[in-house]
């Protein structure tokens, strides 16, 4: 293992997984002799932003695969309305970005990994432009937009409200265009391939067909979030977790699962799919007010409605717990009304549908699980502790984001990181002359009884309650120790069969990923940043200024 990833690791504690027990290797068995084989130089598995800039890095001699869960346009990546953070003004400074980072991140950030991301930024953008991307411009400028805890102007958006939607949209032009890539949709990746405590590709689902087997010299994932987990969330169906969930199988060191973050506005309407109210909307001036009008948020931050999204989202959550409400409002009525439609079109649009005009009537908002910070540790490489395994994006723990992440800073990561992934895994792929056949002896002799007669939907539905109310926004040692022994009871029976086909996988990942949340949200006895203990309601640095990480080993025990 590197240097920089054992200096990381310096300020972990492990913590015991005793819920492992019921976690197979493998989803599948796995026959060599039975199932299909294909082989690349480079796997990539998630066709987000990481997934897509990691592609551009690759040596045109490497046949590279990129696959997809869903169709190519369906990413986290794709439906972030805010922008990227970078330093553009000329009165902004790279340290000023640095040390918002920092603040935001209650302590707990990487400063090498936090000065690299952001030194980097400007580059990215321009890489952005330059492939594509068309931001919003005012007189031939960048126009630059400000969010919670933000010292400068520097969000750099496009389409007012949809800048991952246009990025995205350039970014897949510009990868079909390699002729050394391969794009592979509705591919459902259902686990990593490890030989000899090694990374050497994925079992695969291909259009939900029998699973085939992809040996890569080198993978890299970049599978995103895992919103989903949660029955209030931002994220898209696909955003449950399956990155964080293969990784921890095939043995890789997880860390900083406890750091979930909730966005503070969620559309709100009873019965209908949850969606995202930028950022923005409060930089461009939105004020926040409760059930009686009342403008809460000087009650709790002089920072207003800008302070980091995990001190408006708790601030949301008390004045509701306060007011006895369901959910507060954003109002924009002080606002130009001609302005406040070209800047959020997106948004006036989704509130239009439900009889809501932005620039006259208060937008129902509440928290909703939004960005997972926690997930594969990774160096400054963009290396995962399993040889032969790189990540990028939301399913890894970099350092950037400490307990809190700064707004527009997550597409920022997935550019930094994709392209160091993608550099590295090339020039490892190229030093490996083949996919050496020896491994094909691999098998996996798990025992798996016979399925029986599971929901799936019920018990989904139900973990998301589970974990909403439990490992939520406000947590307790109680509710952590209730919801880690339901999670227990439902893995107990459905960890150990093969329910087989897509929702099953899913569901097995969502326990998977629920488990590692709910075992990190109760061993740190603190809050900090996203995870906030209502029973330890104050930041602990002398006792808990580190990482909290988690491995599974040794599957024959």
Same mark, same amino acid.
């Given at each position: 293992?590197?240097?920089?990833?054992?200096?990381?690791?310096?300020?972990?504690?492990?913590?015991?997984?005793?819920?492992?027990?019921?976690?197979?290797?493998?989803?599948?068995?796995?026959?060599?002799?039975?199932?299909?084989?294909?082989?690349?130089?480079?796997?990539?598995?998630?066709?987000?932003?990481?997934?897509?800039?990691?592609?551009?890095?690759?040596?045109?001699?490497?046949?590279?695969?990129?696959?997809?869960?869903?169709?190519?346009?369906?990413?986290?990546?794709?439906?972030?309305?805010?922008?990227?953070?970078?330093?553009?003004?000329?009165?902004?400074?790279?340290?000023?970005?640095?040390?918002?980072?920092?603040?935001?991140?209650?302590?707990?950030?990487?400063?090498?990994?936090? !000065?690299?991301?952001?030194?980097?930024?400007?580059?990215?953008?321009?890489?952005?432009?330059?492939?594509?991307?068309?931001?919003?411009?005012?007189?031939?400028?960048?126009?630059?937009?400000? !969010?919670?805890?933000?010292?400068?102007?520097?969000?750099?958006?496009?389409?007012?409200?949809?800048?991952?939607?246009?990025?995205?949209?350039?970014?897949?032009?510009?990868?079909?265009?390699?002729?050394?890539?391969?794009?592979?949709?509705?591919?459902?990746?259902?686990?990593?391939?490890?030989?000899?405590?090694?990374?050497?590709?994925?079992?695969?689902?291909?259009?939900?067909?029998?699973?085939?087997?992809?040996?890569?010299?080198?993978?890299?994932?970049?599978?995103?979030?895992?919103?989903?987990?949660?029955?209030?969330?931002?994220?898209?169906?696909?955003?449950?977790?399956?990155?964080?969930?293969?990784?921890?199988?095939?043995?890789?060191?997880?860390?900083?699962?406890?750091?979930?973050?909730?966005?503070?506005?969620?559309? &709100?309407?009873?019965?209908?799919?949850?969606?995202?109210?930028?950022?923005?909307?409060?930089?461009?001036?939105?004020?926040?007010?409760?059930?009686?009008? &009342?403008?809460?948020?000087?009650?709790?931050?002089?920072?207003?409605?800008?302070?980091?999204?995990?001190?408006?989202?708790?601030?949301?959550?008390?004045?509701?717990?306060?007011?006895?409400?369901?959910?507060?409002?954003?109002?924009?009525?002080?606002?130009?009304?001609?302005?406040?439609?070209?800047?959020?079109?997106?948004?006036?649009?989704?509130?239009?549908?439900?009889?809501?005009?932005?620039?006259?009537?208060?937008?129902?908002?509440?928290?909703?699980?939004?960005?997972?910070?926690?997930?594969?540790?990774?160096?400054?490489?963009?290396?995962?502790?399993?040889?032969?395994?790189?990540?990028?994006?939301?399913?890894?723990?970099?350092?950037?984001?400490?307990?809190?992440?700064?707004?527009?800073?997550?597409?920022?990561?997935?550019?930094?990181?994709?392209?160091?992934?993608?550099?590295?895994?090339? !020039?490892?792929?190229?030093?490996?002359?083949?996919?050496?056949?020896?491994?094909?002896?691999?098998?996996?002799?798990?025992?798996?009884?016979?399925?029986?007669?599971?929901?799936?939907?019920?018990?989904?539905?139900?973990?998301?309650?589970?974990?909403?109310?439990?490992?939520?926004?406000?947590?307790?040692?109680?509710?952590?120790?209730?919801?880690?022994?339901?999670?227990?009871?439902?893995?107990?029976?459905?960890?150990?069969?093969?329910?087989?086909?897509?929702?099953?996988?899913?569901?097995?990942?969502?326990?998977?990923?629920?488990?590692?949340?709910?075992?990190?949200?109760?061993?740190?006895?603190?809050?900090?940043?996203?995870?906030?203990?209502?029973?330890?309601?104050?930041?602990?640095?002398?006792?808990?200024?580190?990482?909290?990480?988690?491995?599974?080993?040794?599957?024959?025990?």
């Amino acid at each position: 293992m590197e240097p920089a990833l054992i200096d990381q690791m310096l300020q972990t504690q492990k913590i015991t997984t005793p819920w492992s027990r019921w976690i197979p290797r493998y989803l599948v068995a796995i026959d060599p002799k039975r199932m299909g084989h294909y082989f690349t130089d480079v796997l990539i598995i998630g066709g987000g932003l990481a997934g897509m800039r990691a592609a551009q890095e690759i040596d045109p001699s490497l046949r590279t695969m990129i696959l997809t869960k869903d169709k190519v346009e369906e990413s986290n990546s794709a439906y972030a309305q805010g922008g990227i953070a970078s330093v553009w003004d000329p009165e902004d400074r790279f340290d000023n970005h640095i040390q918002d980072t920092l603040v935001a991140g209650c302590d707990l950030c990487d400063l090498r990994t936090v !000065e690299m991301v952001v030194r980097e930024a400007p580059e990215r953008v321009a890489e952005l432009i330059r492939w594509g991307t068309r931001f919003d411009q005012l007189d031939g400028a960048l126009v630059l937009g400000r !969010e919670g805890g933000h010292s400068h102007q520097r969000i750099i958006h496009a389409l007012g409200d949809a800048t991952g939607k246009e990025i995205m949209r350039a970014m897949i032009q510009h990868t079909r265009s390699l002729s050394n890539v391969e794009i592979c949709e509705e591919a459902y990746t259902i686990d990593l391939l490890t030989y000899d405590d090694r990374c050497c590709g994925a079992i695969v689902s291909i259009q939900q067909r029998a699973p085939v087997l992809i040996w890569a010299k080198q993978t890299i994932l970049c599978t995103g979030g895992c919103g989903q987990v949660f029955r209030e969330s931002t994220n898209p169906r696909v955003a449950t977790g399956d990155g964080h969930a293969i990784a921890f199988r095939a043995g890789a060191l997880m860390r900083d699962m406890e750091f979930m973050q909730f966005h503070p506005t969620v559309l &709100y309407i009873a019965g209908s799919s949850r969606t995202l109210i930028t950022e923005a909307v409060r930089g461009e001036g939105a004020y926040l007010v409760d059930a009686n009008g &009342y403008r809460f948020m000087e009650d709790y931050d002089p920072r207003l409605e800008l302070a980091p999204r995990d001190v408006v989202s708790k601030s949301i959550v008390a004045q509701m717990d306060k007011t006895q409400s369901a959910c507060v409002y954003l109002t924009l009525a002080h606002l130009d009304a001609h302005y406040v439609r070209q800047r959020f079109p997106g948004i006036a649009k989704v509130c239009q549908s439900f009889g809501l005009d932005i620039t006259k009537d208060a937008i129902p908002v509440r928290p909703g699980a939004h960005y997972m910070i926690g997930g594969a540790l990774v160096d400054d490489q963009a290396r995962t502790s399993l040889p032969g395994l790189w990540a990028a994006g939301e399913v890894t723990s970099s350092g950037l984001h400490g307990a809190n992440r700064l707004a527009s800073n997550s597409l920022l990561e997935g550019l930094v990181y994709g392209a160091l992934a993608g550099r590295h895994a090339s !020039e490892a792929a190229l030093q490996d002359p083949t996919v050496s056949l020896s491994v094909l002896p691999i098998q996996n002799q798990m025992q798996v009884a016979d399925p029986q007669e599971i929901d799936l939907a019920d018990i989904r539905n139900s973990v998301r309650s589970l974990m909403w109310r439990h490992v939520g926004v406000q947590r307790t040692e109680q509710k952590l120790e209730e919801a880690l022994q339901q999670l227990n009871r439902y893995s107990s029976y459905v960890l150990s069969h093969q329910p087989g086909g897509i929702d099953g996988w899913e569901l097995q990942n969502m326990l998977t990923v629920s488990l590692m949340m709910a075992q990190a949200a109760l061993a740190r006895t603190e809050s900090r940043g996203v995870h906030l203990r209502t029973d330890y309601p104050k930041l602990d640095n002398p006792n808990w200024r580190k990482h909290l990480s988690m491995q599974v080993r040794d599957w024959a025990e």
